[in-house]
């Protein structure tokens, strides 16, 4: 009997942009697996009931995006404590008549950090993220799961960053953008996930001179790949990390799950996805 055919993909609305089914593609091909990832659109008013035909379908499970994110996580049977905390969940696993949901976006920010700034460790001292949408939520979570001693938050509309501060606790604090200037001296993590600085949007504009020697700088915007911010960072000689990375790392729990093998971010898939 030949091996069971395995079958994933990514629901969202509208579905045409994502880079997903790049990722899944490529890592099916390299493991030799016998599987496929699709881009699947799914209407809000039909998500439960879409979702429902795919485990009907046979399908092990599905990568989420917008905006479905929240409603993946409501109609979870099971759900992790990172997906909790976070509020949102980017990855379901149909197995044992349950839905499992995930969030593994905190994971694959840590995970590119890790692979291409090894030195680096949460634990050297308080990060300073820049945003409080929904990607700061997972990255901030991480951050204090990966032992951050503090982490300042710093956003456009200062009561959203004030409501993260809250959820997080005590070693959470908001503040104004203009205040950000004091406090990089202290910074050893700087994380920019506003859409600042992406091709079409406006500039981030912060003069960073102020940061450690000793600090890491990196930006979840890919396009353009090196940032104003991260292009600043690398003239003052500090550690920088680019935003691809951190797609292609969430992307490794799902795959575990739904075909069986952990795949590898290699540099083979970051041009593939880079050149998509
Ligand atoms: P994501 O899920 O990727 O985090 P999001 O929830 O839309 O996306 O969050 C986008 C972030 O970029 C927010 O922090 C937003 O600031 P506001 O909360 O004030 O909206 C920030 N952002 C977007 N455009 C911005 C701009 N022109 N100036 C400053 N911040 C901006």
């Known amino acids: 009997m030949g091996e069971t ?5 990514v629901v969202g609305w509208p579905i045409e942009q994502s880079k997903s089914p790049i990722i899944h593609g490529h890592w099916l091909e ?3 697996i016998s599987g496929s990832y699709e881009k699947i659109a799914i209407e809000p008013a039909n998500f439960e009931k879409d979702i429902q035909s795919l485990i009907a379908d046979g399908y092990r499970g599905c990568n989420v995006t917008i905006p479905h994110k929240e409603a993946a996580l409501a109609m979870a ?3 992790s404590d990172r997906a909790k905390a976070i509020g949102a969940s980017n990855t379901l696993v149909f197995k044992d008549d349950k839905i499992h949901a995930d969030n593994t976006d905190g994971v ?3 995970s590119n950090l890790k692979q291409l700034a090894p030195k680096w460790d949460a634990k050297l001292g308080p990060a300073l993220v820049l945003g409080a949408g929904g990607a700061a939520r997972a990255i901030i979570y991480s951050l204090l799961q990966e032992g951050a001693p503090s982490v300042v938050i710093a956003n456009r509309t200062q009561a959203k960053a004030q409501t993260l501060a809250d959820f997080f606790g005590d070693h959470v604090t908001a503040i104004t953008m ?3 200037g004091n ?3 202290d910074t050893q993590t700087l994380v920019n996930t506003t859409s600042l600085g992406m091709v079409g949007q406006p500039d981030l504009v912060l003069d960073i001179s102020a940061l450690p020697k000793t600090a890491l700088v990196t930006d979840i915007v890919y396009n353009p790949l ?3 911010l991260l292009k600043q960072a690398k003239s003052l000689g500090l550690m920088t990390v680019d935003g691809i990375g951190m797609l292609l790392h969430q ?3 799902g795959f575990e799950a739904w075909f069986g093998t952990r795949p590898t971010v290699d540099d083979v898939l970051r041009e593939k996805v880079l050149s998509a």
Do not use: H, R, S, Y
């Open 251 to 253: 992307a490794v729990p």
């Open 77 to 79: 049977d099971v759900v």
């Open 178 to 180: 203009d205040d950000v």
């Open 226 to 228: 090196e940032t104003d």
């Open 30 to 32: 390299q493991n030799g």
């Open 108 to 110: 694959g920010f840590i």
């Open 5 to 9: 055919f395995k079958k994933a993909g």
């Open 183 to 185: 406090v990089l001296a």
